[in-house]
């Protein structure tokens, strides 16, 4: 099972991961946001139900995505991007849409600074 971790992250918290992981120690995959705001800003709830359409789904086109959720082919063409620009989903060669995860764990701490 392929888990992806969505997160915040600093950048010395990334480069830590990436230090860590050329030192050989395996870090898992993540998906890290400079901010909370850019996390929400981001993954909004209608991404987030396309994001919940696509888990295990294998590759699907825009359209086959669309109808899963029930959502205009446009709309879902403009999130799909969305996700695709910040490396949730990513793009097969045949122009297919997959998300390559199982399971989405989402991993932040919220704090007045």
Known sequence: ????TL?????EEMSARFV???????QGAH???AS??????????????????????GPLSIREIARRVARDVKGVHRDVHALLDVGILERN???TI?????????DF?????
């Open 98 to 106: 997959e998300f390559p995860y199982d399971v989405v764990h989402v």
């Open 20 to 26: 860590a992981a050329f030192k050989g120690n395996a």
């Open 36 to 57: 909370h705001e850019l996390l929400f800003q981001t993954l909004t709830p209608l991404r987030w139900s396309l994001i919940r359409a696509v888990i295990g789904a």
């Open 1 to 4: 099972m392929r888990t992806v």
């Open 93 to 95: 060669a045949d122009g």
């Open 7 to 11: 997160g915040v992250s600093s950048r």
């Open 109 to 113: 701490l919220l704090k007045n600074d």
């Open 31 to 33: 998906i890290s946001f």
